[in-house]
């Protein structure tokens, strides 16, 4: 009986995810058009702690989204205090606030603590994926996902369809298992050179293959390894093709940011030294895509932030102004440096923000003709808000247990922020913080951005991300 | 700000309002243990939250009411209970609220009993300055940025046993965001800087009210006119106590040097940070600036803030932070404190700049030149930037424009408590973004008991080498050691290991060894060997000139000089760089050095220019056709096939510019860079090149014909800079064979002394078997040394971020502010020791 136990549990390919389950959301994107509000967000399930077969991709329509929220969280609580809502019915403070979309079954409001709204046409596409993802991003049309999949080792490719339904080997209208095809890369190419696609993408950038070479279609997809090696695969969609890969830098590597001097910057969490690479392409027609080859394009080193030299660097950005800004872990700061490197490849600081405690991602959006940079801090499980004029912190967005990945909807002053230990989308409101910058000195008013209400059903989950 | 919702409990005993340090920081332990089994993460529980500012307050313990802080002048944090406790008032950021903390018995007050955990009272959002009159313990007030107000709250709300007195809380509304606030001396009026509108809040204080303390008066709007900077001029002997006598004379001295041109970040005034100058009367306040190279000054009477009767100071930058010190003796040995000195943050790059407030003097508003070394001359030598600058001064007042006596060596009470960690005097505290706290000298008042009465016979036998100069780094330790090398320097030659013994010639192989000096550059000492005709000399100067090793690559890369670029398609010699700025990594061309008009002694003359390496293996479509075996036009190419093993392919530049290189196919030359006959050194041809690295291709630059030289702290050094596009030696730093500190230069030649201002070495141009080097084509050579300097610098490891210092009322104690580690950390000063910490 033991044999048998345990031959049906090691051939036991494990339980699918239920439909439209928030599953440890880890990675989340935003489909922007060119002018408006952005129209669907992405959530990668990355299915932590092994309880179903794989993880899952999720796609939200933004306007049932919000308007749900506002209808189910926002419309019942006007005028009345946490504890006035809390005495009447059909009203839910925030955190009780659940919307979740009409797929879900078996949904328990936990002993009546929580109000459920279940919205129709929430979660427009759902496809199934590898576990442990780690990060998405979209192609510059909109229209293909990227996904890092550590349990793969490889890279998931996705269509986003206008209607914001996924497609991946199936129909757009079902949900299904990415195939084959979708979930790996072609590394023949590559592989005649003795290269091989690295396992562990912790980190994605991509650009239009037209900035590379010109007259191409399709994308050009950096991807960060975190043993300290990068990737160039470019897709032209038809999948995946692997280009080339660099190494030498140093592991830990855990994002892939384009910088505005055309280089993708990586920042490790073992370094000081942030490795910038290029591609050897400068858009012109001469020299095939298939021929680009990665390069070294200069270490940018971040000196001065800690006493012993040591980094733990968890993210790049840039502000318009020119500057860069590195997120590192410890000590918890957003630290600024001016312009771009120095010669010696150092970082000009010129600021150090305090932030919480886990930094864990960090965005950099205009809101009101105002820059602002958001760190989402999974320990201290809150979300800082800098403003990068001042350089000051602005806001503190609280009440939550694993902040992580979030988008920032500047149309709709939103953020949507995803919680990895309760398995929930945060919605939060910034008009107060805006409200509090745009009519100052209005006293005793609620500047903090506020939170509105929750997609998904809480779901607790031990332990966390470091 | 998200408001707690607190949970009501029974009312706990007063007792437990306020938990003993040690139980606090048992709590962690106790959680770990009761969590034993859980792999979750675990969350620390904390008191503070991002603290920021702390201003004090004075409690009577006795009538269980606020008193003017002067009633507290004369406690110690001892833990004593005496009958006045010192409260600290500390900012917090991240929830918006203002802790309290008794210093004396070193607890935590809970401000509200009822809540569980510790409370404290809720401000506004984001609370960027608080200050407390100290003349009546009734009010504190707290700028609070996001929410653009004044709070002013009750003190009584801070101790949990204190008698209310009906006194409620309140906020004042202001026209923008503050980032600083400061209370008059007459704490008459609050000013507030408001950065986003360029002016100063004036608000009146009223403490006599219960209901209403403050009114907004007006905005005072600041001249945003730049002022023409002051030039430094020579002023008399500089401050220091130097041991053994005569020591300073061997040293480098800051030198003085034309001001900068004013820059500005921005068209308006930007005021950000408030200093009084309460020595003057009328006080002064002066407001760093984050726009304009301004620093404002405006004469505080009794009508208000006057902002036009006192000129501004032209600093030649923005700046974020500004201090003033006491007025202090010019030298040793005088009483007379007649000068006075002004340090600020300079605004784009963080670095601390000197200024002259001496009123009536001659470099009145002069940036002083306080540094040596490759890096700024007129910024203070600091390892890291700074966030927060504090003037202190303990033990030191000035009374009928006397300072206090200074140690009397003779008296060996006084000699024996003289020590680098003591701190009596005026002193710059630095809070840097590393999270050290640097101390500056200003004036020591133990100086003159430093290394002994005429450098003799110290109190401490260790006490022999003495640094003390006004606006360098302190030192801070005893120091009796002159400086050395540690080790023995290595020249490797050929596969040769090539340790130098203390003759110069390398311990094996038949490599080139150290050429002595007869006597070593001005400004160094001898540093190997210990006796004898020096092979390395090394600065003596601690400040500028840390403990650092030094690696020499003969033909090796400049430092951080790789990227990638392709050949211009209409000009084949031409090749231009990605994203790159040749001239700021210092690349050099032959044609560059002809054309930088440099004199027959300067080291870079007659050098042969760079060479542009390419690294990057052949394009796959190229490495496909070579795989195939086919006949191709890139058969050319297989030499280069192999990235890994092939031999350098590199070229020679003739010019360089900021974005690109004239290059040429490598010459055959001599251990002097000179052309010489022989083989050539390479088998390819430029067209080679051209054809199997299209497109673009990474790159990197190296030397020809030289060492290159760098250092863990001065990196690689190089004078050149882009004149019209093109790369040229620095004709605005002149070079002067006799002074080490013109001779920026990290490209190091046989046969040559090298010299830059941190050390001095000659590689010989003859084997130890006696023969002459004629070339080094294709022969590796490294050097290596590292020295060990005198004694590093003082600094306090803080912990993150210092965001506030400051002195206790009484000028016994040091309280540091790390907001990054949430944490309030006290200080003794004599000497300087961690008393306690809260977090």
Redesign the interface.
């Known amino acids: 009986m033991l044999v048998g136990l345990l031959c049906s549990c090691l051939s036991n390919p494990g339980e699918a995810p239920p439909t439209g389950l928030l599953l440890s959301p880890i990675a989340t994107a935003m489909r922007q058009p060119s002018s408006g509000a952005p129209t669907h967000l992405l959530v990668l399930n990355s299915n932590f702690n092994l309880r179903y077969a794989g993880g899952s991709l999720h796609s939200y329509d933004l306007d049932v989204l919000n308007a749900t929220i506002d209808a189910a969280c926002v419309a019942p609580r006007a005028g009345l205090s946490d504890a006035e809502c809390r005495e009447t019915e059909g009203c839910a403070v925030p955190e009780a606030c659940v919307v979740v979309p009409e797929q879900l079954e078996r949904v328990d409001d936990a002993g009546g603590q929580l109000i459920v709204t279940t919205a129709p046409g929430l979660l427009v596409g759902e496809v199934r994926v590898g576990s442990y993802g780690s990060s998405v991003a979209l192609d510059a049309a909109g229209e293909r996902v990227y996904l890092g999949i550590r349990a793969d080792a490889d890279i998931t490719v996705v269509d986003l369809e206008a209607d914001g339904g996924l497609r991946c080997g199936g129909n757009a209208g079902e949900v299904h298992e990415c195939d084959a095809a979708h979930r790996h890369v072609d590394q023949t190419l590559a592989a005649a050179r003795g290269l091989s696609l690295q396992p562990d993408p912790l980190g994605l950038s991509v650009r239009p293959l037209a900035d590379l070479v010109a007259g191409e279609e399709g994308s050009a997809i950096i991807v960060a390894h975190r043993s300290g090696t990068a990737s160039f695969l470019i897709d032209r969609g038809d999948g995946l093709t692997m280009v080339d890969s660099i190494d030498g830098f140093s592991s830990e590597l855990i994002a892939a940011t384009l910088g505005p001097d055309g280089a993708v910057w990586m920042p490790s969490a073992l370094s000081p030294l942030i490795a910038r690479i290029g591609v050897g392409l400068d858009g012109s027609a001469d020299i095939a895509v298939e021929d680009g080859l990665l390069y070294n394009a200069g270490l940018a080193r971040v000196a001065g932030v800690t006493g012993d030299g040591t980094l733990d660097a968890r993210g790049v950005a840039f502000d318009s102004q020119g500057n860069t800004l590195v997120l590192t872990r410890l000590p918890g700061t957003l630290v600024v440096a001016q312009g771009g490197l120095q010669p010696d490849g150092r970082l000009s600081v010129v600021d150090s923000v305090e932030v919480g405690v886990g930094p864990s991602r960090l965005r950099v959006v205009t809101l009101h003709g105002r820059e602002f940079a958001f760190v989402s801090c999974f320990d201290s499980r809150d979300v800082y808000v800098v403003d990068l004029v001042a350089r000051e912190l602005t806001a503190v967005v609280r009440g939550m247990t694993g902040p992580f990945e979030f988008e920032v909807d500047t149309v709709r002053e939103r953020a949507y922020i995803a919680d990895f230990r309760t398995s929930v989308l945060r919605v939060v409101d910034l008009a107060p913080m805006l409200a509090c910058l745009d009519e100052p000195g209005v006293p005793g008013r609620e500047c903090a951005p506020q939170l509105l209400g929750l997609i998904g059903r809480p779901t607790t989950l031990q332990g966390g991300l470091r | ?2 408001a707690r ?1 607190p949970e009501k409990l029974p009312f706990r005993p007063a007792r437990a309002a306020s938990l003993p340090l040690v139980v606090l920081l048992a709590l962690p332990a106790l959680h770990v243990l009761t969590a034993c089994g ?4 675990v ?1 620390q529980p904390r008191t503070f939250d ?1 603290p920021e500012r702390v201003a004090f307050a004075c409690y009577d313990r006795t009538a269980n009411t606020f008193v003017p802080l002067a009633s507290c002048d004369d406690i110690e944090l001892d833990r004593d209970s005496e009958d006045f406790a010192l409260i600290a008032l500390v900012t917090q ?3 918006g609220e203002v802790a309290a903390v008794d210093l004396d018995e070193r607890l935590v007050l809970d401000a509200d009993l009822r809540v569980p955990g510790f409370t404290f009272v809720l401000v ?3 609370p ?1 300055a608080i200050a407390v009159p100290a003349l009546v313990g009734r009010y504190a007030f707290v700028a609070n ?5 004044i709070s002013w709250l009750p003190l009584t709300q801070f101790h949990p046993d204190a008698v209310t007195n009906g006194d409620v809380g ?8 503050p ?1 600083d606030m400061v209370l008059s001396p007459a704490e008459d009026f609050l000013y507030v800087a408001l ?2 509108n360029g002016t100063i809040a004036e608000v009146a204080v009223d403490v006599s009210s219960a209901t209403a303390p403050l009114t907004f008066v007006r905005e005072i709007t600041l001249d945003g006119t730049v002022p023409a900077p002051v030039a430094a001029v020579p002023d008399g002997d500089p401050y220091r106590r130097f041991c053994p006598t005569g020591s300073e004379d061997g040293l480098p001295h800051p030198v003085l040097t034309a001001p900068r041109a004013p820059l500005q970040l921005g068209a308006t005034p930007r005021p950000l940070q408030l200093t009084l100058d309460t020595t003057v009367t009328p006080p002064v306040m002066l407001v760093a600036d984050a726009n304009l190279p301004i620093i404002h000054r405006l004469v505080l009477d009794a009508a208000g803030a006057d902002a036009l009767a006192l000129a501004p100071l032209s600093p030649s930058v923005p700046t974020e932070q500004v201090v003033v010190t006491p007025a202090v003796p010019a030298t040793t040995g005088q009483r007379s404190a007649t000068q006075r000195y002004l340090y600020a943050i300079d ?4 670095s601390v700049l000197a200024m002259d407030y001496t009123d009536g003097a001659p470099n009145f508003g002069a940036v002083l030149p306080v540094n040596t070394g490759h890096t700024a001359n007129d910024r203070v030598a600091m ?3 700074a ?1 927060r600058l504090r003037v202190i001064a303990p033990s030191y007042s000035v009374a009928g424009g006397m300072a206090p006596a200074e140690c009397d060596p003779a008296v060996s009470s006084e000699a024996e408590d003289a020590r680098p960690d003591t701190l009596r005097g005026v002193f710059l505290l630095a809070g ?5 706290l640097a101390i500056v000298d200003v004036y020591d008042l133990d100086a003159p008991c430093r290394g002994g009465a005429a450098c003799r016979n110290p109190e401490v036998d260790s006490d022999v080498n003495v640094r003390i100069e006004r606006h360098r780094p302190r030192i801070g330790t005893f120091v009796a050691d002159d400086p050395t090398l540690l080790g023995l320097p290595s020249l490797s030659f050929d596969g040769s290991a090539g340790q130098i013994q203390e003759s110069g010639v390398p311990s094996t192989g038949s490599g080139p060894g150290l050429i002595p000096f007869s006597t070593c550059p001005a400004g160094m000492l001898s540093v190997f060997p210990d006796t004898g005709a020096a092979l390395v000399c090394a600065s003596a100067d601690p400040w500028s000139s840390p403990s650092q090793t030094w690696s020499g690559e003969w033909e090796g890369q400049l ?2 000089a ?3 670029g ?1 050949f211009d398609t209409s000009d084949g010699t031409l090749f231009v760089g ?2 790159v ?1 040749f001239c ?3 690349v050099l061309g032959e044609n560059d050095v002809a054309a930088s008009g440099l004199s027959a002694d300067d080291p870079l003359a007659g050098y042969v220019g760079d060479r542009l390496v390419f ?3 052949l ?3 190229i ?2 056709a070579l ?1 195939a075996g086919t006949s191709s036009s890139f058969e050319r190419c297989r030499p280069f096939l192999d990235a890994s093993s092939r031999d350098q392919v590199y070229l020679e530049i003739v010019e360089a510019t900021d974005t690109g290189v004239v290059v040429r196919l490598p010459v055959r030359r001599g251990v002097n860079g000179a052309p010489i006959a022989g083989m050539p050194p390479v088998s390819y041809t430029l067209a080679d090149v051209q054809t199997c690295f ?5 790159f990197a630059v190296h030397t020809r014909a030289a060492y290159l030289l760098r250092s863990s702290f001065a ?2 050094l190089h004078r050149v800079v882009s004149v019209g596009g093109s790369c040229r030696v620095d004709a605005t730093r002149p070079f002067d064979p006799a002074d080490p500190q013109t001779r920026v230069e990290g490209r190091a030649f046989v046969g040559r002394a090298y010299v830059n201002p941190y050390i001095a070495f000659q590689v010989g141009a003859v084997r130890s078997d006696g023969t002459t080097i004629g070339s080094m084509e294709g022969i590796r050579s490294t050097l290596g040394l590292t020295t060990r300097s005198l004694p590093p610098v003082a ?1 306090i ?1 803080v ?3 210092v ?1 506030d210092v400051v002195l206790t009322p009484n000028g016994d104690n040091l309280i540091v502010i790390d ?3 949430s944490s309030m950390a006290q200080y003794a000063l004599d000497p300087l020791s961690r008393q306690t910490s809260v977090q």
């Open positions: 700000m998200s919702t859980n792999k979750g993460t969350i991002r950021t991240a929830q506004g959002e984001n960027t940025q996001s929410s653009r107000t309140g906020q004042l509304s202001l026209p923008g965001s980032s950065p986003d605004a784009t790059d963080n390892r890291a930037g966030g840097q973004e590393d999270g050290n430092p951080f790789v990227s990638a392709r990605t994203g700025s700021e990594w210092g690294t990057g293996e394009i796959p479509s490495q496909a795989d299209p497109g673009v291709t990474p990196s690689f600094l490891d912990g993150r971020i965001s907001s990054a580690a």
